[in-house]
């Protein structure tokens, strides 16, 4: 009777198991299959402020044109090579491979037309530039990849990257792209936004965790195992939006907060 009722038990908690793994892939799917994000946040299409004039717009990884697979390349370069070190040359190839994956969402951050003055955005190479366009009329200035995946059987939007040119920084930018996406990981049921930084990007990791107030989430190689995270060159942040989430990906002194 015991070894039936324990069975029985056993069955349900199973098909439990199966039915939230369902519902969160259906979750992931759904968020995925949008093709632009921006459409629900028409306030987030344009960004004026502290002597800045951007708009932004949708793409995906695999519907790339080859200019902007450039841009991408050449920004990441420019900002990461250094944060990264001897790791760089490996690195390029996987973020490579990453930008064109179909799982790939973007937000383009463009110089607006109506920007009366271009001391502010430096002039890249002509790579930048569309079929149409002219000079550095609407020329790409940063972007930010992400993806709907689920981390401890939690839906979380992870951010891959958030790059800017220099031009572009410090300006308030980079916290707005943040809000942003913030409210699409909301919109789509995601249990957190998560991203992960380099330690040697002190910059990064200051705007995060203070600006932001991301904290280093339980699945970052300093929390799972302290020494191995001591040989890690990075962490892995998150900031979460249930219960749930907090319970599985948070740092444990968050738990109770």
């Given at each position: 009777?015991?070894?039936?009722?324990?069975?029985?038990?056993?069955?349900?908690?199973?098909?439990?198991?199966?039915?939230?793994?369902?519902?969160?892939?259906?979750?992931?799917?759904?968020?995925?299959?949008?093709?632009?994000?921006?459409?629900?946040?028409?306030?987030?299409?344009?960004?004026?402020?502290?002597?800045?004039?951007?708009?932004?717009?949708?793409?995906?990884?695999?519907?790339?044109?080859?200019?902007?697979?450039?841009?991408?390349?050449?920004?990441?370069?420019?900002?990461?090579?250094?944060?990264?070190?001897?790791?760089?040359?490996?690195?390029?190839?996987?973020?490579?491979?990453?930008?064109?994956?179909?799982?790939?969402?973007?937000?383009?951050?463009?110089?607006?037309?109506?920007?009366?003055?271009?001391?502010?955005?430096?002039?890249?190479?002509?790579?930048?530039?569309?079929?149409?366009?002219?000079?550095?009329?609407?020329?790409?200035?940063?972007?930010?990849?992400?993806?709907?995946?689920?981390?401890?059987?939690?839906?979380?939007?992870?951010?891959?990257?958030?790059?800017?040119?220099?031009?572009?920084?410090?300006?308030?930018?980079?916290?707005?792209?943040?809000?942003?996406?913030?409210?699409?990981?909301?919109?789509?049921?995601?249990?957190?936004?998560?991203?992960?930084?380099?330690?040697?990007?002190v910059l990064a990791m200051n705007f995060y965790?203070?600006?932001?107030?991301?904290?280093?989430?339980?699945?970052?190689?300093?929390?799972?195992?302290p020494l191995i995270g001591a040989e890690k060159?990075?962490?892995?942040?998150?900031?979460?939006?249930?219960?749930?989430?907090?319970?599985?990906?948070?740092?444990?002194?968050?738990?109770?907060?």
């Amino acid at each position: 009777m015991c070894k039936h009722v324990n069975w029985k038990r056993n069955g349900v908690q199973h098909h439990m198991v199966l039915e939230k793994k369902k519902a969160i892939d259906e979750i992931i799917k759904k968020a995925s299959s949008v093709k632009d994000h921006l459409v629900s946040f028409p306030p987030f299409c344009h960004y004026e402020r502290n002597g800045l004039s951007v708009c932004l717009e949708s793409g995906l990884g695999d519907q790339l044109a080859p200019p902007v697979k450039k841009y991408i390349q050449n920004l990441l370069k420019v900002n990461m090579e250094g944060p990264y070190g001897p790791e760089w040359q490996m690195e390029e190839k996987v973020k490579r491979r990453e930008m064109v994956s179909p799982e790939a969402h973007y937000i383009f951050v463009r110089q607006s037309t109506n920007t009366t003055s271009n001391e502010n955005l430096s002039t890249k190479s002509e790579e930048t530039t569309y079929p149409g366009q002219t000079g550095d009329r609407n020329r790409l200035v940063g972007f930010v990849h992400y993806r709907f995946i689920v981390e401890e059987d939690i839906p979380v939007v992870y951010v891959y990257e958030l790059q800017l040119e220099t031009c572009t920084q410090r300006k308030g930018l980079g916290k707005f792209l943040m809000q942003l996406i913030e409210l699409i990981a909301r919109k789509n049921h995601m249990g957190a936004v998560m991203l992960t930084v380099q330690k040697a990007n002190v910059l990064a990791m200051n705007f995060y965790t203070t600006k932001l107030r991301y904290v280093i989430s339980n699945i970052s190689p300093s929390r799972v195992d302290p020494l191995i995270g001591a040989e890690k060159s990075y962490e892995i942040l998150c900031k979460t939006f249930d219960s749930e989430a907090r319970a599985k990906l948070e740092e444990k002194q968050q738990d109770d907060g």
